[in-house]
DNA sequence: CTAATTCCTATTAAATCACTCGGCTTTCAA
DNA sequence: TTGAAAGCCGAGTGATTTAATAGGAATTAG
């Protein structure tokens, strides 16, 4: 019941490439050195945060990668399922009525277990936009001002 | 981001053992087969839920499993932690204030969405009794009436 | 005693994770 | 026009975890 690397990483590259909007476009290997993340992995992440329109490539020399929608308009949901897949805590549980793999689904008592853990981590995650996350991190650096760079654990 | 079959057999055990509680001593042979599970398998998901106090092994012939307390003081949480370790999505989000790993926990600001994560699973988890479920599945096993076996699926 | 049962430890095949590596394509800048 | 900077793509790999299986010791009712 662990979120892999991919959603941590993956997260904080955006929240990273989130802080550096109005820079124009960012290179994979600005972020990686920033966050202490392999380059090679960081740009396995990245094809499911395109995927779903999330990041933008700009190819080419100076080149680099940009939001392709504003940061008020991207969850942590968004983000959290492009690169972990679905959230919920099994598989039967899907999308609301649409029960592919669980049979006797009508007398299954802890299939209502499983749906009320896999909504109450959708709602919470959604309910936290990626604009939110930028203003935090610009407000705790401000506080701590030791360094520009946005060097986030976790 | 999925609980593993730790957590998913665990729980069907345990509400098998729960509505069957008045029977006494339960053989492990006959949850098993019930659910459908491997019984040399749910031999090892046992220790963990006897270590928490949840169910009582007796040993011997006519031995078996039975609940350590009365199920309305057992909750889903209780049973899923037991299995599965802390729900927590991350490592670094621990029991409140101690945090082990985080170094840089001030400046953090993905911390705050695990944690936000965390506290909603926990809640959810927390707010389910066995006893709940003990009720459930006796309803729709009596609605359906087709065979008095509880097999469980998910 | 003996059969049933819990209890404990070891082994294992398969999958997943967290990377690394090499090569290709696109595009800008000099 | 060419070269370097970047994105893009797929294959490979060691370590860890998962989901079992297997065997045997301890315990107890009948």
Do not use: F
């Amino acid at each position: 019941m662990k979120l892999s690397t991919r959603g941590r990483y993956g997260l904080r590259a955006v929240i990273d490439l989130a802080v550096h909007d109005n820079d124009g476009a960012i290179a994979l290997s600005q972020i990686a050195e920033r966050q202490g993340i392999s380059m090679n992995y960081l740009e396995q992440l990245i094809p499911k945060l395109r995927k779903v329109g999330i990041v933008k490539g700009i190819r080419g020399a100076q080149g680099g990668y940009v939001l392709s929608k504003p940061a008020h308009e991207i969850s942590v949901g968004d983000i959290l399922r492009a690169l972990e897949g679905d959230l919920n805590p099994v598989e039967c549980v899907e999308v609301m009525g649409t029960d592919t793999t669980c049979t006797n689904s009508d007398t299954c008592v802890t299939k209502n277990v499983w749906k009320r853990i896999s909504d109450s981590i959708n709602d919470a995650v959604d309910g936290i936009m990626l604009s939110e996350l930028v203003e935090e991190s610009k407000r705790v650096n401000n506080e701590a001002s030791t360094d520009t760079s946005q060097k986030l654990n976790c």
